[in-house]
């Protein structure tokens, strides 16, 4: 599930019926730019969320029948950062 | 989900029964490059749209038969940029 | 749906049965690189084509049973270049 | 399947229903950055793990209903390295 | 279908058990590095091989219910190499 920021909400009057009338949120990361997300869980612009993609975006709502192909799953609330343990006895690949 | 710009309609004769007689347009971004793509909204060359991918590309149809894995899925109006709130107390990932 | 151009027929003897004895066509594009694909059209090496992912890819075929993740769907004729119409009034994502 | 190192468990108390209560780790590679994926396996920090994405990340899991769209599926004893046959007598593509 | 040469078998005593007792294959590529394939073909360290994405990598095993999204299809005899008709009368996009 990928990481983003929420970016804002998209402005988008033209659109199919299959969306429903829920928010559409504008993310980016640097991964991959700037991508449309649904959003049944309510986040802010400056919130730093993760997503499914494909069948499972449209099973993150309530209504099953909505169209997606990314909504967001959560709101991540912090992460420690540097801690990955070098000394676990494994190489890298 | 993906967003682009129209490019043009693309002129494609030889093609499979499945994609009917409906409008294929060529969209361009950055991340992306070229990509074609069903359009059941009516996009014209310069919109910016944003489109489903996968299963949920063909649910945008009225037609579900359609074989498609990209459609256009809404035409945005304006977004607003820089916006994002940089004092929301998190950190980056 | 991807862009591509055909660049061989695929000489693979041992495969699953799945593929049945269709063509499989090498496609290439900058994007990507090369891309094994099932073809229902009848390409040329040479010719430019879009193609269908994923499930979509299998509905392509007269036969749905057919085993492929990328099958071509139709040649490109051609597309008119550099006419995207900049006075569209809309700002850049 | 995709090769990852856990780097972390992701603390994400506003989520959807669908994801449960399991774990959700933080996993990291040099190609695709951070994902976050749920885990049916019991992986550590700094263990090399590989994943399955779309529907069959759902099928990982003991419980099908739970929304995912990445499960860790194995933990990675070892490799060996640099062990390509040369003189395979094929060419590179 | 993805293009990649077989490294090695991948040691795996920690995983899932949709994944049975198959042999898993670590493949590399220059587009995406490292990847973890099922196998029902048989092919060994040093073959150029071709794969099956999402739920076509299912159904390429004979046990449909096996987990996996990313499974070997075929191995490559050859192809021939720099021979695409450059006199095809068609524009590059």
Redesign the interface.
Known sequence: ???W????T???????S??GHGH?R?LE?????????TD??GA?????V?T?????????HRDPAI????AI?????????E??????G????
């Open positions: 599930m990928d990481i920021q929420v970016r804002d998209l402005v988008c009057t033209e659109r199919i299959g969306l559409l504008l990361n640097a991964e991959s730019g700037l991508q449309v997300a049944p869980v802010r612009p400056g919130d730093w993760f499914a993609k494909g069948t499972a975006g449209r099973h993150a169209l997606t192909d990314l799953c959560g709101i991540i609330d912090y992460w420690p950062q801690d990955i343990q070098e000394d676990s494994q190489g890298q690949p």
